[in-house]
């Protein structure tokens, strides 16, 4: 997030002018050598690991570095790639145990679509800037709505699929429970994504972390 921050300097000042770099709380050179600093740590720390979860690490460490220089400007690509990084987290979180499995890629394809949905908006919001900064975002490439229905309909085909991981016997009772919160905050997100992209993706934020909340709890119904 910090380098993202770093090479989002010029684009943060029209889109987000409250952010610590554009407001003159941090320099940028700050952030980057902290960002470096983190990154060898992330590093050296992953070596500890499997060879998969290494070589899943230093993927997505070089991934984060070259997002906004070379990926979030093309339409679609920048999207893919956080989506990527978000479901990510489970790929890695297995292959440190040796544990990667069917199971594991669809919490991984589930998370990723969330996140696809919500980089989306995101981008919908952030338009004016990233025009600025001179961005080929997808908003700004196809329009906004055109991109704001596909939005909605990667957060439908999400909610269609939620139930699997109960279905398939990845997660407990609980689960179905919990998640039901998620579905419905992230409905109202996607309906409030239509006339403002800001809080509907703000929104979906929260939808994810009582998704998070609902994996976890699913597990340890299972468990019990």
Same mark, same amino acid.
């Given at each position: 997030?910090?380098?993202?921050?770093?090479?989002?300097?010029?684009?943060?000042?029209?889109?987000?002018?409250?952010?610590?770099?554009?407001?003159?709380?941090?320099?940028?050179?700050?952030?980057?050598?902290?960002?470096?600093?983190?990154?060898?740590?992330?590093?050296?720390?992953?070596?500890?690991?499997?060879?998969?979860?290494?070589?899943?690490?230093?993927?997505?460490?070089?991934?984060?570095?070259?997002?906004?220089?070379?990926?979030?400007?093309?339409?679609?690509?920048?999207?893919?790639?956080?989506?990527?990084?978000?479901?990510?987290?489970?790929? #890695? !979180?297995? *292959?440190?145990?040796?544990? +990667?499995?069917?199971?594991?890629? @669809?919490?991984?394809?589930?998370?990723? =679509? &969330?996140?696809?949905?919500?980089?989306?908006?995101?981008?919908?919001?952030?338009?004016?800037?990233?025009?600025?900064?001179?961005?080929?975002?997808?908003?700004?490439?196809?329009?906004?709505?055109?991109?704001?229905?596909?939005?909605?309909?990667?957060?439908?085909?999400?909610?269609?699929?939620?139930?699997?991981?109960?279905?398939?016997?990845? #997660? !407990?009772? *609980?689960?179905?429970?919990? +998640?039901?919160?998620?579905?419905? @905050?992230?409905?109202?997100?996607?309906? =409030? &994504?239509?006339?403002?992209?800001?809080?509907?993706?703000?929104?979906?934020?929260?939808?994810?972390?009582?998704?998070?909340?609902?994996?976890?709890?699913?597990?340890?119904?299972?468990?019990?």
């Amino acid at each position: 997030m910090a380098i993202n921050d770093y090479f989002d300097r010029d684009i943060d000042r029209i889109n987000d002018p409250e952010r610590p770099i554009p407001r003159g709380a941090v320099a940028p050179r700050t952030v980057l050598i902290f960002s470096l600093i983190l990154f060898a740590i992330a590093g050296a720390l992953a070596l500890l690991l499997s060879r998969l979860a290494t070589a899943i690490a230093v993927v997505n460490l070089v991934a984060l570095i070259m997002y906004t220089e070379l990926f979030k400007g093309l339409p679609g690509v920048g999207n893919l790639l956080v989506s990527y990084l978000g479901g990510s987290t489970f790929l #890695f !979180g297995a *292959a440190a145990v040796s544990q +990667v499995n069917t199971p594991v890629f @669809v919490l991984f394809l589930l998370a990723a =679509l &969330s996140t696809f949905a919500r980089e989306l908006i995101k981008d919908i919001e952030d338009i004016e800037g990233d025009r600025e900064g001179g961005m080929k975002t997808l908003p700004i490439t196809i329009g906004y709505r055109p991109s704001l229905l596909i939005a909605l309909v990667v957060l439908l085909i999400a909610v269609l699929a939620s139930p699997i991981p109960y279905l398939i016997g990845i #997660f !407990g009772i *609980a689960y179905l429970v919990l +998640v039901t919160p998620a579905i419905l @905050v992230t409905i109202y997100a996607g309906y =409030l &994504s239509v006339d403002d992209p800001s809080v509907g993706q703000s929104i979906l934020k929260y939808a994810m972390y009582i998704s998070a909340v609902a994996f976890i709890g699913g597990r340890i119904s299972l468990l019990l």
